[in-house]
T-cell receptor
């Protein structure tokens, strides 16, 4: 079945570092990908919608200069957390829209980001 | 603005019991509704997807119902097992882009 690969699964880094998270659709073309953030014991919050070849659409309250999204191909979207600080520590999950699959979205396994 | 609420926030039951998790949404104009399972520190597992034109979906011991007019969905788990322990999330698809609005989840603990 369709699979979305998210990498890395766990990142620990110092404050001020920029961190890149990759989201790949392995066997289907994803014109649209979504990035979510989940704080402990809370639900997922949509950060942005990423469309291949165009600028991402950010949800209200999400800093576009802080969270850079690139969707340069039909199988890859990246989220870069620039100059990360401890308050950016969270669980980040991507999903890819599958227009022809049984499920409208397929989810990556998430990235646990810890900023020291 | 669509809002999704899940009740209860947490539930603990003995193994073998049948149980119902509830999800309500404020705007009945939905494309679909999905139930997911999330284990601690892990990603999401899609359990059931109900299209807006459907009333229910079944998979094994799981049955999900949808009543758009009342803005409600239920997830029924039969003969619960300790392995069913997880957080169950309800998500509503709101548009053709399948953007999802999420409930806060129900944390389920099945006691052996």
């Amino acid at each position: 079945g369709a699979v979305v690969s998210q990498h890395p699964s766990w990142v620990i880094c110092k404050s001020g570092t920029s961190v890149k998270i990759e989201c790949r659709s392995l066997d289907f073309q994803a014109t649209t990908m979504f990035w979510y953030r989940q704080f402990p014991k809370q639900s997922l919050m949509l950060m942005a919608t990423s469309n291949e070849g165009s600028k991402a659409t950010y949800e209200q309250g999400v800093e576009k200069d802080k969270f850079l999204i690139n969707h340069a191909s039909l199988t890859l979207s990246t989220l870069t957390v620039t100059s990360a600080h401890p308050e950016d520590s969270s669980f980040y999950i991507c999903s890819a829209r599958d227009p022809v699959g049984r499920r409208p979205q397929h989810f990556g396994d998430g990235t646990r980001l810890s900023i020291l | 603005k669509q809002e999704v609420t899940q009740i209860p926030a947490a539930l603990s039951v003995p193994e073998g019991e049948n149980l119902v998790l509830n999800c309500s949404f404020t705007d009945s104009a939905i494309y679909n509704l999905q139930w997911f399972r999330q284990d601690p520190g892990k990603g999401l597992t899609s359990l059931l997807l109900i299209q807006s034109s459907q009333r229910e979906q079944t998979s094994g011991r799981l049955n999900a119902s949808l009543d758009k007019s009342s803005g409600r969905s239920t997830l029924y788990i039969a003969a619960s097992q300790p392995g069913d322990s997880a957080t169950y999330l309800c998500a509503v698809g709101t548009d053709s882009n399948y953007q999802l609005i999420w409930g806060a989840g129900t944390k389920l603990i099945i006691k052996p």
